[in-house]
Structure formats: structure tokens, C-alpha cells
């Protein structure tokens, strides 16, 4: 299919080290499996390996030169079923820190409301609110629990804005090992989540990965906004944006399909004007109880262009908000195929 070759795997021995090569949850998300290496390349099998967002994050995760063959799902899960069936089912970890005793009493029922939610371990920082100080504290406590999500809040409205303008604290924010919940006014129960998309982003995979885990387990419903750089003026409608062939059209579509397979309630929207509108227009008129957007790269050529969006957002929206990081991509992957 599409010039790929196919391969039969009950036809072929594997290497079960050569298959622990991909990590379980990026294999077992894009059904891909490493089955031969001649020194130089790793082939790897794949059920759908013309989707460039999965076989472009296969070749991130395993870091080599790949191969790839197409083979049948069934006998891809099968034999990651025989590797990893071993291995105990990984929890999420989240991590609150409180910088205030007001914050305290407002976000530990939060915290451990979503620690229910996710079936997660729940571990708490205990230092108090240091100004800068403060984030390489968080840092190592992240570190030491390897946190995948960070629950904070910020001290005041007039201390997150300082923030927010010292490029020091931001770089310090930056470096944080896990995706955070800024939660502004924490609200309960999750009902309602919107998914911001910025255009053709590849940091978006882990934000989506965020929205369908909680999705599936609040049985909340997800608004999907692609923050498109130039509104609806090109993309003329959702019909037209879910079937061009470009990133953000191969994202919608896999968005979709999770959706479908996990039986998630969704909708997708179009804004118009610049994203930073888009986004504001959006949370007024839809009211989420929680926004997902992914971390900015320092070197992203669309923040440039199209205006930063995740430090706006947190300097007005009054409500929680999750920044989403790449950081191996969260262990809820593999806990869907258990």
C-alpha cells in the first residue's frame, strides 16, 4: 500500500530486545514494532506507517534511522502483548504544590479529585513560595517523584504576571520535567474541556494525549480549536480543514479517530482572527472547566509569528489551565491497552 512493503510477522522470528526498543506506550499507541536492524537502520513495523505524525514520532522516540514495513495490528498487539504483559502497569504521578496556605485549602480537594480521576499516585512539595527560588525547588521536587504532572497555582494575580515578564523564571518554568496545571479558580467536576491547537504543531501530540486520558475518565466533553495563523480566511471550513492533507489536517483526523474509539463526546470549532483571539473568543463563549494548550518551544517559528499564546492566556483566563510538555509522552498511553 502507497509503495510500503508488507510483512507477515507469524512468517518471522523477533528479537524481544530488539522490540523493547520503542518505549511500550509509543509502541503501543501507534501499534509499531521494531523487527530487524541490519547495523545501521531499524525496521520497523507499523500499522499505519503512511501516517506521518505516528511514524514521525516513532523516529523521535527511538532515536535512530528506521525502516518501515506495514504488518497487520492484530499480530503487531499480539506480539507486544508477549513483551511487555510482564511489566506492571505504570500510575501517573501528580505532584501539588501549594506556594501559599491559601492555596492549600483550594487546591489539595482539586488535586486529589484528579489524583481519583486518573487513578495517579499523589505526592505533595512542601516549601513555601520563594520568588525564583522557588521553581528550581519545584524542579527537584518534580525530579525526585518523576512527577508527570505539576499542580500549582500562583501566589497572586500581581506575582504571576512578574512572572510571566521575567525571561530568568520563565527559563527555570521551562525546564520543569512535567506538563502543569496552572489552576486558577480550580472547578469540579470536569465537564468541559477545550483543546487548543496551535497550526500544524508537532508539540501538540502529548496536549491531546492530556484531553483524551481526562476525557475518558470524566466523560467530559471536548471542544477542539485548531488556532489556525490566519482564522478561517484559508481554511474556508471544517470540512475542508479535516480533509487537506497538511499536519493539521492529519491531526484533526487522528483526533477523530480517538475520539470514536474511545467513545469521547467532542466538537470541533473554527475562530476567526489572529489565535490569540481565536482563544479568547472561544473560552468566553464555551465556558471550559479546564483549556489544554502545549508548552511553546523557545525556538518556535509560529510563536514569532503569530504572537505568543500560552502566557496571555494565563495572565487572564480564570480558570485552570494545562501546559502540555513532550516529555516522553505520559504513561496514560500505555494504560489504555491494559
Known sequence: MNGIPYLRLDRIKTDPQLMRLLPPEVALHYHALPVATDGSRITIAMASPEDLAASA?????????????????????????????????????LLLWSPTMTAAVRLQPYAQALAKLLDADLEQADFPWQGVQSFAELNHAADQVRADLIISQAPSSSLLKQV??????????????????????????LAKILLALPDGDAANDPAIDWAVQLARSSHARVTVLPLLMYGTFIQHSLQVLLEA???????????????????????????????????????????????????????????????????????WANRPVLISKNVGRTRFLERKHR
Open 57 to 93: 514520532a516513532v523516529s523521535s522516540a527511538i532515536n535512530a534511522p528506521i525502516c518501515l514495513v506495514q504488518a497487520d495490528p492484530k499480530e503487531i498487539d499480539q506480539r507486544l502483548a508477549e513483551i511487555w504483559l510482564q511489566n506492571p502497569t505504570p500510575r501517573l504521578r
Open 164 to 189: 510571566l515578564l521575567d525571561s530568568a523564571t520563565q527559563k527555570l518554568i521551562d525546564r520543569l520535567p512535567a506538563s502543569v496545571i496552572i489552576a486558577h479558580n480550580p472547578r469540579w467536576p
Open 245 to 315: 492533507n497538511d499536519p493539521m489536517g492529519q491531526k484533526m483526523r487522528g483526533i477523530a479517530r480517538r475520539f470514536t474509539e474511545d467513545e469521547i463526546k467532542g466538537a470541533f470549532k473554527l475562530r476567526d482572527g489572529v489565535p490569540q483571539d481565536q482563544l479568547r473568543q472561544e473560552i468566553l463563549a464555551s465556558d471550559p472547566d479546564l483549556v489544554i494548550i502545549a508548552a511553546e518551544p523557545q525556538d518556535c517559528l509560529w510563536c514569532w509569528i503569530a504572537g505568543e499564546l500560552v502566557s496571555p492566556l494565563l495572565a
